[in-house]
């Protein structure tokens, strides 16, 4: 499976968008990346997910590069319940999800 | 409402005893799995299966026992001879653990084990 690498935390002002930056370089062609978060002490919870196009639902965008060597989550107002820790995860058929230690967004208001 | 079912939210082992989880799913997925966290890390994977009848280890499996008689449970126990049970474990299920279109894994709440 290919590795991911985030910053351990990130701070956000409450209303602004938060930006989480993931750099998977060694992710192969046919493996897609999956974003969830985590609320202390709660299952994670699924954000959305793509393989090469932008995506965007009603929680977050998904912005891929053309290499797809990074991917950029974005929440666009952020709020104080979207404090959490955030994961970004690649993987191939979408089983044995590697979960890394993620990013932990403080949304402060 | 559909989803997963993890009981009980909290339970205590005694050191020696064997104590099962219980996870349920009513999302008519063929594959379940289940997690370990531990305070400020990532998951691991323990145990998945991807059909009924069928399971295989995975990271972490040592300590641990499962078993998946029918498609909607997929309960773990933890051993004896898991050394370091206290945990948070987390049951989680997908339609399927071979499709190429982006599975999509859903987890449960979790089961907080704590040995005293």
């Known amino acids: 499976d290919a590795k991911t690498t985030q910053p351990p935390s990130m701070d956000c002002a409450e209303g602004r968008a938060a930006n989480l930056p993931c750099n998977h370089s060694t992710i192969s062609g046919n493996e897609y990346v999956y974003w969830y978060r985590q609320i202390h002490s709660q299952g994670p919870q699924y954000i959305i997910h793509?393989?090469?196009n932008n995506e965007t639902n009603e929680m977050a965008s998904l912005i891929i590069t053309e290499d797809r060597k990074s991917s950029t989550l974005i929440l666009p107002h952020a709020t104080l319940r979207d404090t959490a820790v955030y994961y970004c995860?690649?993987?191939?058929?979408?089983?044995?999800?590697?979960f890394g230690p993620g990013t932990r967004l403080s949304v402060l208001p | 409402d559909g989803g997963i079912t993890q009981s009980p939210k909290y339970l205590f082992r005694k050191e020696g005893q064997n104590v099962t989880l219980s996870c349920e799913q009513n999302l008519n997925h063929d594959a379940m799995y289940w997690y370990r966290q531990d305070p400020g890390q990532g998951l691991r994977l323990i145990y998945y299966s991807q059909i009924v009848n069928d399971f295989q280890k995975g990271d972490i499996a040592e300590g641990y026992s499962v078993s998946r008689e029918k498609k909607e449970s997929f309960p773990l126990t933890v051993t004896s001879a898991q050394k370091n049970p206290t945990a948070f474990y987390l049951c989680?299920?997908?339609?399927?653990?071979?499709?190429?279109?982006?599975?999509?894994?859903?987890f449960g709440e979790g089961s907080w084990l704590t040995v005293v």
């Open positions: 989680a299920s997908s339609i399927t653990g071979r499709i190429t279109s982006g599975n999509t894994i859903y």
């Open positions: 793509g393989l090469k």
């Open positions: 995860i690649v993987s191939h058929y979408g089983q044995n999800f590697v």
